[in-house]
């Protein structure tokens, strides 16, 4: 079996030149830029964009008014359990109630 054999510095030199003058020869044979298809692809470019921008819009704003909907529905909810607790008396309301029912315990017996 051979055993590897490191290239030499002309080798090496020769291989770039041979890279360097095929990558020209692929650059020399490519065609001329269409201006009418690069037209048309940047208008289809700047669609795609504008409609990716409106979507973002459409997203942001729909995710807007899902926040004010639960915003007002906790709102409503704690409103909702406001109603639903007992006023807190004063000491004099409260002192009225103890007598009314010490009256109304007296009126039975």
Not at 56 to 75: D, H, M, Y
Not at 80 to 92: F, G, H, I, N, W
Request: net charge positive; glycine share 0%; proline share 4%.
């Amino acid at each position: 079996m051979k055993r590897y054999k490191e290239p030499q510095f002309q080798e090496r030199i020769a291989a770039a030149a041979r890279a360097r003058t095929a990558v020209l020869e692929q650059l020399r044979d490519k065609p001329p830029v269409d201006e009418a298809a690069a037209a048309e692809r940047a208008e289809r470019r700047l669609a795609k964009e504008a409609a990716a921008r409106e979507k973002r819009q459409n997203a942001l704003l729909a995710a807007k008014e899902e926040k004010a909907a639960k915003r007002a529905l906790a709102l409503e909810a704690a409103a909702a359990s406001a109603a639903r607790q007992k006023p807190v008396l004063t000491e004099a309301e409260r002192k009225a109630a103890r007598d009314a029912r010490y009256l109304a315990r007296k009126n039975r017996a």
